[in-house]
């Protein structure tokens, strides 16, 4: 799938079950290899993402860009912080 920056900066994600995520507020750049890598997201859902914390989506798990973005797939909840 091919997108151009325009097409993804400030756009709503959304889960497979079209529950709001956030909102891209960065793009993720692999310049070595020209492609997008990632979409990040400042500000979450805090239903999905331990205290709505910031979070990297991995461009692989986009399934459509329009008017909003779509995911295939995404965990029920992430938590963030220190691994055990």
């Known amino acids: 799938m091919e997108a151009t920056l325009s097409?993804?900066?400030?756009?709503?994600?959304?889960?497979?079950q079209g529950i709001e995520i956030g909102t891209v507020s960065d793009v993720i750049i692999d310049f070595d290899r020209s492609l997008i890598y990632g979409l990040y997201v400042d500000e979450t859902n805090g239903q999905l993402v331990e205290n709505a914390?910031?979070?990297?989506?991995?461009?692989?798990?986009?399934?459509?860009?329009?008017?909003?973005?779509?995911?295939?797939?995404?965990?029920?909840?992430?938590?963030?912080?220190?691994?055990?």
């Open 53 to 84: 914390a910031p979070i990297s989506i991995p461009y692989r798990l986009i399934k459509a860009i329009g008017d909003v973005i779509l995911l295939k797939g995404f965990p029920p909840f992430i938590r963030v912080g220190q691994p055990k």
């Open 7 to 16: 097409q993804i900066a400030g756009k709503t994600i959304y889960n497979h």
